[in-house]
């Protein structure tokens, strides 16, 4: 199985606030933002990419939604 097929089925499973997992769901802003500098070295569009899943999950971790995002610079 894929990490995306994982992921997905998770979500499926325990909905968005109950699958987020690791140090988004810790809130741990130090590790995400080190992954995220490592994911951008690696290939920089999916450091973009991990960039706003991480935003999205950090909203998520904050109030529990996935509705009405609008990224950081509305």
């Not at 140090?23 to 450091?47: E, I, L, M, N, Y």
Request: with cysteine.
């Amino acid at each position: 199985m894929t990490l995306l097929q994982a992921t997905c089925e998770n979500v499926a499973a325990h909905g968005p606030l109950g699958a987020l997992t690791g140090p988004a769901s810790r809130g741990d802003t130090f590790v995400v933002s080190q992954q995220g500098k490592d994911v951008a070295a690696w290939h920089p569009a999916a450091g973009i990419i991990y960039k706003e899943l991480s935003l999205l999950a950090q909203k998520l971790k904050a109030d529990g939604k996935t509705q009405d995002w609008l990224g950081p610079e509305a």
